[in-house]
């Protein structure tokens, strides 16, 4: 029972405790570009959870498996990010050509994923949290879950900007980054349920 | 067939580049890596110092790091003075705080009471939970033992608004503190 | 671990993830190699590449095939900024006074003005095409045509269209650049983007036939073929109920403009803010 | 010169990568906590800016199109990795105050934006330039950020007391939220003073 408790207390504090958007600042420059639409925002959040799983369990794999035996722990930022991107640049290549449909829906999304600061920081966040392979994938999906939620929040409030009156001054980017100061306070709440 | 010596073209290029890459990097790391280690001890060793001034050696025991209640023992040292005989012992631990693990170095005197408590690392709230670093809270554990109940607001005065980070170091301490006590007592049977 | 054990291991890691790396992808592009339009590739050549999404499209690729299909304008991309709207418009052969490239404007394909479409209800609540599509807060019988409500008006960053007194949206063409964001906006998806040279359009998008069109609204397209046998160059398809027009066969001899019986066709360069709308 | 200047110039107002093309914002919010920490940064994003800058325009001709994400990816990392080293070695309370976003630098989107977009295709001189610009534009940004929130949630500059000891710091500006506001009034700034056409467009998309 206590290992499926803290399996639980690992997903909630990634997902809503330490969202990595509004509490750890990771990703904010797709999360300011692509949540102009919502299905920019799902498709983006989709794509997104899809690779930070991999990501984080190729990069456990690789970590334990060669880093580790041979002590160059302190390559694990590069080395990360390189199959990372690698790993990015095949999925987006095998999609177009095999399953051109779940590209035209994902995979325009891919491109945009090698170059986002959350994938590389849940592989690297899996380290010095030291854990295992369940612990880290169950973190990984938390964190997307969490980015996903950021995503479609942001771009359903964005959505209806529109129809509300704007002082000119806070046009375009302020009066995004002031709605995303509200939903942190929002997220800053539930930072003690997991623990 | 043409494209094939294309792809063995492009591996060589980047596998060029990542072995120039993987040579400067590891030629940095091994002018940085013994400043690294000594630079990760330092905290520990000053945080020791701190506790124990008097003691001149500090024993690194043997033991795995364990999982202690909700806080986890990462390693535990016992601080001998000139002539040897042991003043007390020295345990790093960490228990998760309101925002993320809290680092803390915890001193036991022989008499298993609480020497000192230092904490190294902690994210807490800025100005309300990071206040539990700071020594007139933690130089309330001074002297307890373990028949104290370590309850925040009976015994231990909590740091004002930052509750929950008070409950998880005070906790943290005694488990430690227990379990150094329990672990020491069959070690010296 | 002695320092050269560390230089060697790293290196030679470093060096093995290379090789693997750099063939995996070389033989992934070569064996799933797909053929696509090289003004794509050359674009993308051009942007930035950074695929940050700032400009609302989800990567450069996207935004290379958006600028190909005409559907985003070249100076979208503010990373590149100055530089690569120059490059861009030497690709594209286009000049770059105003950024004026192979003018595309937005056309809203509806004439069922206030006037000419008939009504069976009148809508108290929140006056936006949004609201009213999703809720089906129908003002006209015809449940095709422009709702009237002006989202596309308010999104316009260019202040490009503006509500006539009969309730539809007229474009300006000297302000229209093309950008799509009204076509994006307007929840029945009446506002189209076309390129703008001489034309003839069927300004309606009630695919439904004869008379169910006919009590909806004056103007809209009863799907009687005339057009399409009329054609001497028979550059008209009925399609779903709509006539499409293929713009290399059709001489503009303005033909099916005249015999069609409820006036749905328009020539396009005509259609500048006067005609739209009235009968 | 002239050239040379302008893309100088240009790094800081016309393309500042924070303010204007809104890229690079993790580390931007995350570390400005204090303008010590922001100065740290800048450091440590510049060095690995002009760097990887200066490599990849070097270099340009031998990178085949296929790899060249990966090849950029390898030399930026690289140059990040030496960063985090040195900063662990000689500026350990730093680096711990950076934490997690020291090797973050590496998928920082100015940089592989700016190695794409400019020194991918131009001279080494100019990609120095450019580099330089970007920095002192990054750096401009978040050490503003850091001395307001460092001023309003902490009462201090540079750790020295500013409102005397009794002054109760308004601590949301160190908080998350804060950040977001203090980027938000920023940008809000740079729209009141340098609203150009260009930006017409932008603002419209939320009007």
């Known amino acids: 029972m206590s290992e499926l408790q803290s399996l639980m207390n690992i997903f909630i504090s990634a997902a809503f405790a330490q969202n990595f958007v509004f509490i750890r600042y990771i990703a904010l420059c797709s999360f300011v570009g692509m949540t102009t639409s919502m299905e920019n925002a799902i498709g983006m959040g989709g794509a997104v959870t899809f690779v930070t799983v991999m990501a984080s369990i190729l990069s456990y794999v690789v970590y334990q498996f060669i880093l580790v035996p041979l002590h160059l722990e302190y390559l694990q930022a590069i080395v990360f990010i390189l199959t990372i991107a690698v790993f990015v640049q ?106 | 067939m043409k494209n094939s010596k294309e792809i063995v073209r492009l591996g060589l290029i980047l596998g060029l580049i990542c072995l120039i890459a993987g040579f400067a990097l590891s030629a940095t790391y091994s002018i940085t890596k013994d400043k690294i280690t000594e630079q990760q001890r330092k905290a520990l060793v000053q945080a020791q110092k701190e506790i124990f001034p008097d003691a001149t050696e500090f024993k690194k025991i043997e033991i795995a790091e364990t999982k202690v209640g909700s806080a986890t023992l990462k390693e535990l040292y016992e601080c001998l003075s000139e002539n040897e005989n042991i003043l007390g012992y020295i345990a790093t631990a960490s228990t998760p705080g309101y925002g993320g693990n809290i680092i803390f170095v915890l001193g036991v005197n022989s008499d298993f009471s609480v020497k000192g408590v230092k904490v190294t690392e902690q994210t807490e709230t800025p100005g309300l939970g990071a206040n539990i670093a700071k020594s007139q809270f933690l130089e309330q554990f001074n ?20 509750t929950i980070s008070s409950r998880s170091i005070t906790n943290g301490i005694k488990e430690i503190l227990n379990f150094t006590s329990k672990n020491v007592k069959e070690a010296s049977k | 671990m002695s320092l050269i054990q560390i230089i060697i291991f790293s290196s030679g890691i470093m ?67 100055e530089e690569t709207v120059k490059n861009l418009a030497k690709l594209l052969g286009v000049s770059t006074d105003n950024i004026s490239y192979e003018k595309y404007i937005a056309i809203p394909l509806c004439k069922g003005g206030k006037s000419l479409a008939m009504k069976n209800a009148t809508v108290k609540g929140v006056k936006t095409c949004k609201i009213a599509n999703n809720l089906k807060l129908n003002e ?83 799907t009687c073929y005339v057009c399409e046998k009329k054609c001497p160059k028979n550059a008209i398809k009925m399609v779903n109920n709509l006539p499409v027009i293929d713009i290399e066969k059709c001489d503009l001899c303005g033909i099916c403009i005249n015999v069609c019986p409820t006036k749905t066709l328009s020539l396009i360069k005509a259609l500048s803010a006067k005609e739209n709308g009235k009968k | 010169m002239r050239n040379l200047i302008n893309i100088f110039k240009n790094g800081i107002i016309k393309e500042n990568p924070v303010l204007i093309i809104m890229i690079g914002l993790c580390s931007v919010l995350a570390v400005s906590t204090s303008v010590v920490n ?47 080293l040195f900063l662990q070695a000689y500026l350990p309370d730093l680096n711990k105050s950076l934490g997690i976003f020291v090797p973050l630098v590496v998928v920082n989107c100015i940089i592989i934006g700016r190695v794409e977009a400019f020194s991918y295709r131009r001279g080494v001189i100019e990609s120095l330039f450019d580099a330089l610009g970007m920095s002192v534009g990054y750096g401009i940004v978040i050490v503003s950020i850091g001395f307001i929130r460092e001023l309003l949630g902490n009462g201090t500059i540079l750790g020295y007391q500013v409102f005397g000891p009794n002054y109760n710091p308004a601590l949301f500006f160190i908080l998350p939220p804060g950040a977001f506001i203090a980027i938000g009034i920023e940008i809000a700034i740079l729209n009141r003073f340098l609203s150009k056409p260009k930006k017409v467009k932008e603002d419209g998309q939320d009007k």
Request: aromatic share 8%.
């Open chain 2, 143 to 162: 002297g307890k033992t373990l028949n104290d109940e370590f309850v925040v607001k009976k015994d231990v005065k909590p740091v004002t608004s930052a």
């Open chain 3, 15 to 81: 060096l093995a993830l290379g090789i693997v790396f750099g063939i995996g992808l070389g033989y992934f592009a070569k064996v799933f190699k797909v053929q696509e339009n090289p003004l794509i590739d050359e674009i993308l050549e051009i942007l930035p590449g950074a695929n940050c999404g700032a400009c609302g499209f989800s990567g450069c690729r996207s935004l290379a095939e958006g600028i190909t299909s005409g559907k985003a304008s070249i100076d979208t991309c503010r990373v590149g900024g």
């Open chain 4, 38 to 84: 922001a100065l740290g940064m800048t450091l440590a994003f510049s060095f690995v800016l002009i760097g990887s800058e200066l490599t990849i325009s070097i270099i340009r001709k031998f990178v085949p199109k296929t790899i060249r994400i990966p090849i950029f990816i390898v030399v930026i990392g690289s140059f990040t990795t030496i960063m985090s």
């Open chain 1, 90 to 195: 095949l999925v987006e290549i095998y999609l177009k050509k095999a399953v051109p449909s779940l590209y035209k829906a994902m995979g325009i999304y891919l491109p945009l994923i090698a170059t986002n600061c959350m994938i590389l920081a849940v592989a690297l966040l899996n380290v010095t949290e030291n854990y295992n392979l369940l612990e880290a994938t169950v973190f990984s999906f938390g964190a997307s879950i969490g980015y996903v939620l950021a995503l479609v929040v942001l771009a359903g409030i964005r959505e209806r900007l529109r129809y509300v009156k704007i002082p000119s001054i806070l046009k375009g980017y302020p009066i995004i980054f002031f709605i995303a100061a509200f939903i942190a306070v929002a997220f800053m709440g539930l930072q003690g349920i997991a623990r």
């Open chain 3, 140 to 222: 006209k019988i015809c449940t095709y045509g422009c709702l009237g409500y002006g989202d596309c008006v308010l999104v316009c960053p260019f202040n490009a269209i503006k509500m006539n007194d009969e309730g539809l949206p007229e474009i300006d063409p000297s302000l229209c650049t093309g950008c799509g964001l009204c076509v994006k906006e307007c929840p029945r998806e009446v506002i189209e983007i076309f390129p703008y040279k001489e034309k003839v359009l069927a300004i309606c998008k009630n695919s439904e036939k004869g008379s169910a069109v006919r009590n909806a609204c004056r103007v809209g397209c009863i």
